[in-house]
């Protein structure tokens, strides 16, 4: 009687595995439909962040002032917005209607933070 709750056991865990392994996989964080596009970000300094950001993508291309070009992961961020984690740096780009959103970048080394307004490029 053992063997067999044994065996039935044993065969459960494996329908388990096999189960857990077939599962997809989760997807990774993506850019909204909302945030698709070319974002120009101007501070009231005169810098420029420019974010080209395309639907469905695990990343975007960043870029400050006339610097190189960056690809950059994202995450999901609050209010629709994404999010970047990025050597020593954190900064957001949250939807405000179709054509604006907001930009706050964080220096987390120099404990700054900084917000500006986006414009959809035309």
């Known amino acids: ?34 945030l698709a596009g070319k974002w120009i970000c101007t501070f009231d300094t005169g810098e ?3 974010i080209t950001a395309s639907a ?9 002032n006339s610097e190189k070009v960056q690809d950059q992961d994202i995450e999901d961020g609050e209010n629709g917005g994404i999010e970047v984690n990025y050597k020593g740096f954190r900064w957001t780009l949250t939807p405000v209607s179709a054509t604006e959103a907001s930009f ?8 700054t933070k ?3 307004p986006c414009k959809l490029a035309s």
């Open 104 to 111: 706050m970048y964080n220096n987390k080394k120099k404990h």
């Open 48 to 50: 420029i962040s420019t």
């Open 1 to 34: 009687m053992e063997i067999r709750k044994f065996v039935r056991a044993t065969l459960a865990a494996g329908a388990l595995l096999a189960a857990l392994v077939a599962a997809p996989v989760a997807e990774a964080d993506e850019v909204p439909a909302a």
């Open 114 to 116: 900084s917000t500006a």
């Open 56 to 64: 469905g993508e695990d990343e975007v291309q960043y870029q400050y």
